[in-house]
Each structure stands twice: as structure tokens, then as C-alpha cells.
């Protein structure tokens, strides 16, 4: 299991103790920054803001349970938009565990030294996607240990931004699976994010893009075992993501 003590070693605790604490304290200037950049830098806004983060206090609040976000994934900004779309910054700042940790690919994001910086004050355990399993292993076990602590976290459950657009029920990643299945009562919240003029994938979202958010909250379970249930739990996670995807395109229509 994910949560045993002995998954983390002593000094891979105290250096995620360590990565927050850091990152809690420069909270104020960080998130303040992130939101500036989408805000004015991409012109980018919310609809509904208030409701979907009013969503995400109530469930944050309602239990101490494990709490994991899963989202679907068309940008590589797209862990910044979820949190954007879960909180604000001055709430982030009184409620830090509520920003959720995630789980970038390393290639992306934590190829220098100053991304490598950015990636740990912004709670990021970069991941190798198909590198040695004892590593991937390894990742997902301290991620999995910071929810066990408290802290939410964040995943996208297809792996990799979507090639086609849409959510891809096939490649849905077992990791999710594994996580959900290490932490007893693990709670997960299903975000479906997209832009009006977010046709496919892509670096960035459109210019001045309005972004709409759905989301809700499931429990994934499987009587299957090892990799088995794990990803079966991945499929439950990605079917509900993609459930949400065609309730977005009909109420467009």
C-alpha cells in the first residue's frame, strides 16, 4: 500500500516536508503570479468561477479523507487552469493543502535547472511517463503519501494530453488506479475543463479564451486485483471524465 511508512523513506519525508514549507511560504507571490499570467498574460477567464470553487471548499471541507483531482488533459497548462478554476489565491494561501500536488512529465517541465526550480515551488514530484517502473513506483508512492497527509493532489488520468481532442477511455494511465486503490475512503473529484475554443490539444489555450468547468465527485472501486483493479478503478475515473466531455458538447450545442 501506497500510505505503509516504509514506501517513503525518513529523508524523502523531510524533503517533501521541506519542498512545502518553501513553497507555502512564497504561496502569496507564486499563485498571485500564475493567476496573473493567465488572467492578463493569456486573457483567459472562468465561467462560473464562483460555484465550481464553492464546489471545491464544500468538498474539501466535508471530509479528511484522501482527496485526488482528476482532470482531463488538452494543455500543458493545464494543472495551473484546474487550480485556478478550484481556488483563488488568498484562499490557497489560508488553505495550502487544498492546492493540489500533481505529477508533470519531467521531459516538460523539469529539464533544467530553472524549470526543475519552478516545478518544486509550485508542488510538483515530476515523473518519467513509461520510464523504469521501480521509478514511477517510487513518484507516485510520495504523492500518494502527501494525500495520506492531508494534502490534495492532482492527475490526469489519460497520461498525456489527448491527440484527438477528446477524453481517450483506452489510454487511461493505471497509476491513477494504483494511487486510488492505496488509500483507504480515497475521495476523487472528476474535472472536466475546456475552452470554447479549445478544439484539440495544444501548448497553450486559446487567447482570451473563456474556460468552462464541470465537476463531480465519484467512487471508483474494482473487485479485481493488482494491475487488474488498478486499471479497471484508471477506466471508472476516465468514463465519468468523458461523460462529463459529451454533457459539455450537447449543452453547447
Known sequence: MATRGHAVPPAA??????QRAVAHALAPLSTLAVVGFLRFGLRLSLEDAEATRSAYRRIWRESR?????????????????????????LWYVGHFSALPWNVPERTHFASTRLRRALAWIYKCLPIVRGGRREDVAGTLARFSWLLSRGEAGLIFPEGGR?????????????????????????RV????????????????PARGDRLRVRVAEIEPKSDLGGLRGSREVARQIAAKLAQMEEDYFRDRQ
Do not use: F, K
Request: charge should be positive; glycine fraction near 12%; hydrophobic fraction near 45%.
Open 13 to 18: 519525508r523531510r524533503g517533501l516536508a521541506l
Open 65 to 89: 479523507a484522501p482527496l485526488l483531482v482528476c482532470a482531463n488533459h488538452l494543455t500543458m497548462i493545464d494543472s495551473a487552469l484546474v487550480a485556478w478554476a478550484l481556488g483563488s489565491p
Open 162 to 186: 489527448s491527440r484527438s481532442g477528446r477524453v481517450d477511455l483506452e489510454n487511461a494511465a493505471w497509476g491513477v488506479g494504483r494511487v486510488v486503490r492505496g488509500l483507504p475512503g480515497c
Open 189 to 204: 473529484l472528476c474535472v472536466y475543463l475546456r475552452g470554447d475554443h479549445q478544439e484539440g490539444y495544444s501548448a497553450l
